[in-house]
């Protein structure tokens, strides 16, 4: 795991994907930005994907660990946009908590 948050990229896409051709693909996220991209009760993970037509399994992580995997299930293009549409929740996430 890593531990440091300032060099940590929001994600990591293709961290343990299985094969380049395979329509699972899994995505490492900082386990604070879980909420952001879980939505209040569920909401903007069902527009995720409502959106992108792709399955997405959140797994839920050990209490210790600092990451969690997202499994995307579905074509390029599903999870191109999964991969987009959770980008921007992280990104509305993050400056919403800034301070000015």
């Not at 899994?26 to 037509?53: F, H, M, N, T, W």
């Amino acid at each position: 795991m890593r531990e440091g948050v300032g060099s940590m990229p929001i994600f990591d896409y293709g961290v343990g994907s299985r094969k380049e051709e395979s329509d699972l693909q899994d995505v490492v996220v900082p386990r604070d930005l879980v909420p952001a991209i879980y939505g209040e009760d569920g909401y903007c993970l069902k527009q995720i994907r409502e959106i992108s037509e792709a399955k997405i399994t959140i797994i839920e992580p050990r209490p210790e660990a600092l990451e969690t995997i997202i499994i995307i299930s579905g074509t390029p293009e599903q999870a191109h946009a999964t991969q987009s549409s959770m980008r921007l929740m992280a990104l509305d996430f993050l400056f919403s908590k800034r301070t000015i």
